[in-house]
């Protein structure tokens, strides 16, 4: 029997999806399952909403609650980890809105700029005291992180923390399915063969293939051009345009990918911004709408007539590998170490893994086309030096990140970005502790 600890379990949506998966697969066998979380009421929807799907579906799960970290820690086998340090309020509206009075705009802000950076800032410390526990009560666990900015995270963790850990996104298992649905070649879907390397938000589909080897790009490109497609198309025009000037289509969504580059948003050209149906203030619209959306969807959630299917979130399928040594390939966030041969050795990158009793073990890609790698490079600087930052807490550091962010860079002076900096971390107040 193995145990599975789930920190962040107030995300309920998310717990439903991950867990829900592992109640639901009987090759798992009986298992324990602790759920930790400093918000009490979140707590016990998420307790009650998997007792539900456990008994519905016949499961072998036991499962507790916690407001204790290391007691539920104590002899996990896996953790997983969704916290959102901060919140909504104060943290997300104040990543956004202090960027806004030196008129930077931003869309998602969780994975690269400004919001990324300080979202990395407040996160990291709180790994930090989940590092501590880990050692002290489950040294062996293999932590698995779907909480971004994804790459600044999970490179910590492994550069300074010592956890056997992944990072994990789902861009990836979405990417071919919602290109080849835009362009009405879903009879495709599972009649393909595609290869996808890079970095987490920014991995590149570097091949695609029907089943006899033939290549689907032109196609795709010649339809993505066509103008046939242009109203299936509004909501991922960012990442057409990519392709066409620099040949590959990348995992994340347009919205996101708007803000990993200097091109797109650029409040000096508002046209852009509508030309390419970039949603700006997208992440405090979809906070604001599930808050509201909340009490009802937890009526419907937490009820016993709970309902689950299998989701295409890794975990399950990440665990039953280890567990029941049934080998299985992820895509999983880790560090480089030459793995992709023109990025830095020490960056967090996004590949494929194999998955078995030994664990993740990253698969060689080589080289990416130059002008994909430079792209990653370009998000890389950011990452790493919000690394050192983090590790050395120093102010000096974090303006050196900004100063390095494409999106940032493009629209602000350097002296701009600094006092941009240094009014995050006012507003931020003890959010962000220790930086001189």
């Not at 799960?61 to 309020?89: C, H, M, P, S, W």
Request: aromatic letters at 10%; a negative charge; proline letters at 4%.
């Amino acid at each position: 029997m193995f145990k599975i600890t789930f920190l962040g379990a107030g995300s309920t949506v998310f717990v439903k999806n991950v867990l829900g998966d592992c109640i639901l697969s009987p090759q798992l066998g009986e298992f324990d399952i602790a759920l930790y979380d400093i918000d009490v009421q979140r707590l016990d929807d998420s307790y009650q909403m998997l007792q539900n799907i456990n008994k519905n579906y016949k499961g072998k799960a036991t499962i507790k609650a916690y407001t204790d970290r290391k007691e539920a820690l104590r002899g996990a086998d896996f953790v997983i980890n969704a916290i959102q340090v901060g919140g909504y309020e104060p943290c997300t509206v104040t990543d956004f809105e202090i960027p806004k009075k030196y008129g930077l705009r931003q869309t998602i802000a969780d994975t690269l700029g400004i919001g990324g950076i300080f979202r990395a800032l407040r996160t990291i410390p709180v790994l930090e005291e989940f590092a501590e526990d880990i050692h002290k009560e489950c040294p062996k666990a293999l932590f698995l992180n779907y909480t971004n900015p994804m790459a600044m995270l999970t490179g910590y963790m492994l550069k300074n923390l010592n956890l056997k850990a992944v990072g994990l996104c789902h861009s990836v298992q979405v990417c071919v399915k919602g290109l080849l649905g835009t362009l009405d070649m879903e009879s495709y879907l599972g009649k393909c063969k595609w290869e996808i390397a890079g970095i987490n938000h920014q991995a590149w589909l570097l091949k695609i293939e029907d089943l006899q080897g033939n290549d689907l790009y032109p196609e795709i490109k010649k339809r993505s051009l066509s103008g046939e497609y242009k109203e299936k198309m509004a909501w991922d025009l960012v990442r057409h345009d990519i392709m066409h000037r620099f040949g590959y289509y990348n995992t994340e969504s347009s919205e996101h990918t708007a803000e990993y580059n200097p091109y797109y948003i650029k409040i000096r050209y508002p046209e852009l911004i509508e030309r390419y149906h970039i949603p700006l203030d997208e992440y405090p619209r979809r906070c604001v709408n599930q808050i509201e959306g909340w009490n009802q969807l937890r009526k419907k959630v937490v009820s016993n007539k709970v309902e689950h299917v299998y989701s295409n979130e890794f975990g399950m399928p990440i665990i039953n590998a280890v567990v029941n040594d049934e080998p299985y390939r992820i895509h999983g966030n880790v560090l480089n170490k030459n793995l992709i041969t023109n990025l830095p050795a020490d960056a967090c990158v996004e590949v494929p893994c194999l998955v078995d009793r030994n664990g993740i073990s990253p698969c060689f890609v080589g080289d990416l086309p130059e002008q994909c790698a430079a792209l990653n490079r370009t998000n890389i600087n950011v990452q790493n030096m919000t690394i050192e930052a983090a590790k050395a807490r120093k102010k000096e550091f974090v303006y050196m990140a900004a100063y390095l962010d494409p999106h940032t860079s493009a629209e602000l002076s350097l002296d701009d970005i600094k006092n941009l900096c240094d009014d995050l971390f006012d507003a931020h107040g003890d959010w962000i502790p220790n930086y001189r």
